[in-house]
């Protein structure tokens, strides 16, 4: 990626470290082809800030306009599941992992944020295509506006993995596999993974 661009998203003024982190990603499954482009896409750019596989948890519901609903029951039970744990336990279990990988790779583990059982940021992946009636709208605002409620008000970052593209070829091209092999596009699916880990990384450190 280049370092200074007109549009789209810049190199990350620094790069994250995403090992300690656990992110969720809730995709609808409307629009088959390119929301699995943009899942693979995000995954991938997650991996390699460091993600761990096993801390990447991938749920999927019909359409977008269930993304609101899921992506809030998932950090909901995330931080159930925190609650529960016993502290002291996830202590010494973070802290005999890290030790654990510290002795295979001979190099100091990174520090643990105590990662609990709650999720470090969430990414909703939905493609909404227009069609022939209003229906593109209505659904474009309202997942829109829950998927930004559910953030302020869980205190968890929602990445908005979203597309709305006017034409199918608009969102094969945002997913990197458009039909024309000289203009395949960019999968914004990585752009999303790179924002949930300086979220969960950086900006949530801030408060
Ligand atoms: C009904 C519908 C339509 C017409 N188009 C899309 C779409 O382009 N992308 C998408 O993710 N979902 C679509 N849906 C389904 C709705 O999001 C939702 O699943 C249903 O209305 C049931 O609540």
Redesign the pocket.
């Known amino acids: 990626m280049a370092d200074h661009t007109i549009k789209g998203l810049p190199a990350p003024p620094t790069k994250y470290d995403g090992s300690a982190l656990r992110i969720g990603i809730v995709h ?4 088959d082809v390119v ?1 699995k482009s943009l899942v693979a896409g995000t995954v991938n750019k997650l991996k390699e800030q460091g993600v761990k596989e096993e801390n990447i948890v991938i749920k999927s ?7 609101p609903f899921a992506t809030q029951k998932l950090i909901a039970g995330g931080k159930a599941q925190s609650a529960k744990a016993e502290p002291s336990l996830i202590g010494a279990t973070n802290l005999l992992g890290s030790l654990v990988d510290e002795v295979r790779s001979g190099t100091p583990a990174p520090e643990t944020k105590g990662a609990t059982r709650e999720f470090d940021a969430v990414i909703a992946i ?6 022939s ?1 209003m ?2 709208e209505y ?1 474009s605002e309202a ?1 829109t506006h829950g998927l930004m409620r559910v953030q302020l008000d869980t205190g968890t970052p929602v990445v908005f993995g ?1 597309l709305t593209a006017l034409t199918d070829e608009q969102a094969l091209v945002r997913a990197g596999i458009g039909s024309d092999p000289q203009q395949k596009g960019h999968n914004h699916g990585e752009d999303w993974g790179l924002a949930a880990v300086e979220l969960a990384a950086s900006v949530s450190e801030w408060g």
């Open positions: 609808a499954r409307w629009n929301i519901v019909p359409g977008s306009y269930e993304l939905g493609v909404l295509i227009k069609g009636t229906h593109f659904i997942v979203v």
